[in-house]
């Protein structure tokens, strides 16, 4: 027998040994096969892609499969990379939890007589610069202010300390109130870098931030400020303004650094006939001074390591030569015109040229990292 014949009566043989498959199973699988093959294949269109990435800063991948879920509707996409994000960004979140958190910034705002600082940490000093963190610390500093820890309170005694500390617990709840950085007023929707949605609150805020940078993000502490405006006609009142600068600003003009500084200026007229609010309001000129001066004297507490406004006792302060003060009033302003008078000096002089009184009501320094 030759080899091809061989070879033929072998796989005749096969065949007949081989189990033959009922024709219901052959549908079956054929079926299933052609199912596969005729689902419907969302096709999302490259504008909506391009759309939708231009609301919220996000992967193509990610873009086509939220509008390809949310039928190419662009609100509901919105919608969806939102709950998206919230899950992702929970796990993310809980994941790096526990990691140590030493760098960050300290950020400071003023909207008139409101005020806040704040300071809000991360794992390392790339996400610290990072704009994202940035704009976060800002837009949680402005929300601060915005709120104020305790409603203004006109009976408030003159000699407590008006800079209040918010309570972390509460701020994390609070919804984002961003401020415009170009118009210094507050925005009325969230910056997409942090949120796609204006109803954020903090907490979502951080939790978004730590998915995009990859590292843990904790609020560490917040102050805030808002002044009661005196009467116009009543000379006992002062004026409370407060004053911020920070150091190694991050952005150029930005108020978001490695040292920040807010202070608190009262003022009263010494001119009995003119109260306070009535010359800040017939004089522009004496309101710019106050500011410029309230920023002089924040840019002085930053400058020097300052513990205090003025010594009010107990062991008295040795200084070696060249050391200043930790305590602002017995310092050189340095921060004004390059004085090398003390502060306490030069502040009465100058207001003694405006027919006020200027005293230092409170400080506040911060650097990242401190021990409270």
């Known amino acids: 027998m030759s080899a091809s014949s061989r070879f033929l009566r072998s796989a005749l043989l096969s065949l007949q040994q081989t189990p033959v498959r009922p024709a ?14 005729n689902s419907p294949v969302v096709k999302v269109p490259i504008n909506l892609i391009a759309e939708l990435r231009k609301q919220n800063p996000i992967s193509l991948s990610k873009a086509r499969e939220a509008l390809a879920a949310s039928n190419l509707s662009l609100s509901d996409a919105l919608e969806w990379l939102e709950k998206d994000l919230e899950a992702s960004g929970a796990k993310k979140a809980a994941k790096v939890g526990s990691r140590a958190t030493k760098e960050g910034l300290i950020a400071v705002t003023v909207m008139g007589t409101r005020a806040a600082m704040v300071e809000l940490r991360c794992e390392t000093d790339f996400v610290g610069k990072n704009e994202i963190f940035r704009t976060l610390a800002e837009n949680i500093c402005s929300t601060a202010a915005f709120l104020d820890v305790h409603p203004a309170d006109q009976q408030r005694p003159p000699a407590s300390d008006p800079l ?19 118009a ?25 931030a730590i998915t995009h940078t990859g590292e843990n993000i904790q609020l560490q502490r917040a102050v805030s400020f808002s002044s009661p405006i005196p009467d116009e006609k009543n000379n006992t009142q002062p004026f409370l303004l407060p004053g911020v600068y920070v150091h190694g600003a991050v952005k150029p003009g ?36 106050l500011q410029k001066m309230a920023r002089a004297v924040a840019r002085q507490v930053v400058g020097f390591p300052t513990r205090g406004v003025q010594h009010t006792g107990g062991q008295p302060v040795i200084l070696e030569e060249g050391e200043v003060s930790p305590y602002l009033l017995d310092q050189p302003f340095m921060m004004y015109q390059g004085e090398q008078r ?7 002089e100058w207001a003694r040229q405006r027919e006020i009184k200027v005293d230092v009501a409170a400080i506040r320094r911060w650097s990242v990292g401190d021990e409270e």
Do not use: C, W, Y
């Not at 079926?31 to 596969?36: E, I, K, V």
């Open 24 to 37: 219901s199973s052959v549908a079956k699988t054929f079926s299933t096969s052609s199912t596969r093959l």
């Open 254 to 289: 930005g108020n978001e650094g490695k040292v920040g500084g807010l202070i608190i200026l009262s003022t009263i007229s010494t001119n009995k006939s003119s109260p306070i609010m009535q010359r800040l309001a017939s004089t522009p000129s004496l309101s710019g001074d």
């Open 184 to 208: 210094g007023l507050l925005s009325s929707s969230s910056s997409s870098s942090t949120s796609s949605s204006s109803h954020q609150n903090i907490t979502q805020a951080i939790t978004s």
């Open 164 to 182: 209040a500390s918010f309570p972390i617990d509460e701020l994390l709840q609070a919804p984002v109130i961003p401020l415009d950085p170009a």
């Open 342 to 348: 003390s502060v306490k000096e030069v502040l009465a």
